[in-house]
Every structure is written in C-alpha cells, then in structure tokens.
C-alpha cells in the first residue's frame, strides 16, 4: 500500500514540479530582457525589489508595438530601407536572409514547414520513424537525382528541437491522419505516451 500510494504521489507531483519549474526558468529567462534598460527604469530601482515576470509583459509589448508599426505604412518602409543596408554588409547580409527566410517559413499563418507529420524509413530500411514535411528541396539540388523529393525533419527523443534534415523520396512518405502536437508527445515521452488516436496510413 505505501508502494502504491508513493508512486501515485510521484505520477501526481512530477508532472506537477517539472511544468512550474519549465515557467519559473522560461519567466526568469525573459526577465533578462530588463537589462537592456536603463538602471533607472528598473522595476527594481524604482520600486526597490524585483518584479518576476515583469520581462515578459515588456517582451509581450514589444513584440506588439513592434508588429503594429511594421503593419502600417512608414512602418513598412523603414523596415525596407533597413533590409536594403543589411543586403550592403556581405557577411550580415547571408546571415539575415537566412535566418528571415526561415523564420518567415516557420511563423508565417500561409506557411507548410511542419503542418504536417509523416512516417519515413529511418536509419535503415525496414525500421520507421516520425518526421515532418518541411517542404521542397531547391531544383538545383535535385537536378542530378531521379524522381521527387521533399525536406523532412526528422526529430530526436527526448528534446525534438535537434533532429536530422533529410531529402526524401515522395513515394517513401507514409502520411498519417494525427496532428503534429500528437507526434511531438509521442517522442518527446519516447513512445511511452500513445497518441490520441490510432495510426492510420492515409490511402
């Protein structure tokens, strides 16, 4: 009985302790944005201590103020004539386009990078994995190979943000019928929690 109820409690706190601890460090992560102000705008100068959280209702309005201006039309132009003096710098110049390149393919409501969650052969023949459509691979890339392809992404357990990026058949992708937050539990728990509904291979 004190087995029992001892790995109850576990299942119970676990869960629990880890989802507030993932908060507390992602709330004082965002705190860190305060010292980019001056010392005396400071929640803490002012008011003489430290306000947790306040990092992220100033991220929060930045971002928002930020999406406004770009919205309107000066907003617009000053950001085109930002991008026209980083396209100068060679360096910055490879950096950013890359980095807006996928940021607008992951952020963008018209975009397809992980809309949707597929099964490939992975690493060897016979044995399958969970990976993500992430689009075309460029023409000039495939040109010298037979047949179509498309980029996946295929996720490592039990932190999906690194994986493997692979160039795949289209006639080796099984597409399934659950959604890509399901996949992502599936590997993130290694398999031990079951998605929501059963696998279906799409006919």
């Known amino acids: 009985m004190i087995k029992k109820n001892f790995l109850t409690g576990l299942l119970v706190l676990i869960p629990l302790i880890l989802t507030f601890w993932v908060l507390f460090s992602l709330i004082k992560f965002l705190d860190q944005i305060l010292f980019l102000l001056p010392e005396t705008l400071r929640p803490d100068y002012i008011l003489g201590t430290e306000i947790l959280g306040f990092g992220v209702i ?5 971002i928002l103020v930020t999406g406004i201006i770009a919205n309107n039309f000066f907003g617009k132009k000053i950001i085109s004539l930002y991008e026209v003096l980083l396209n100068r710098l060679p360096f910055v110049k ?5 980095i807006k390149q996928v940021s607008d393919t992951l952020l963008s409501s018209s975009g397809e990078a992980f809309s949707k969650a597929v099964l490939i052969e992975f690493p060897i023949a016979g044995t399958y994995t969970f990976a993500f459509i992430t689009g ?3 023409e000039r890339i495939t040109k010298d190979i037979k047949g179509e392809y498309v980029n996946v992404y295929v996720p490592t357990t039990p932190n999906p943000t690194s994986g493997y990026t692979l160039m795949v058949p289209k006639n080796k992708v099984v597409e399934l019928d659950i959604s890509v937050d399901q996949v992502l539990k599936y590997v993130i728990s290694m398999g031990v929690v079951p998605t929501d509904k059963k696998l279906k291979q799409k006919k």
Do not use: G, N
């Open 136 to 138: 075309e691979p460029d």
């Open 58 to 62: 100033l991220t929060f309005i930045v």
């Open 94 to 98: 490879t950096v950013y386009k890359s």
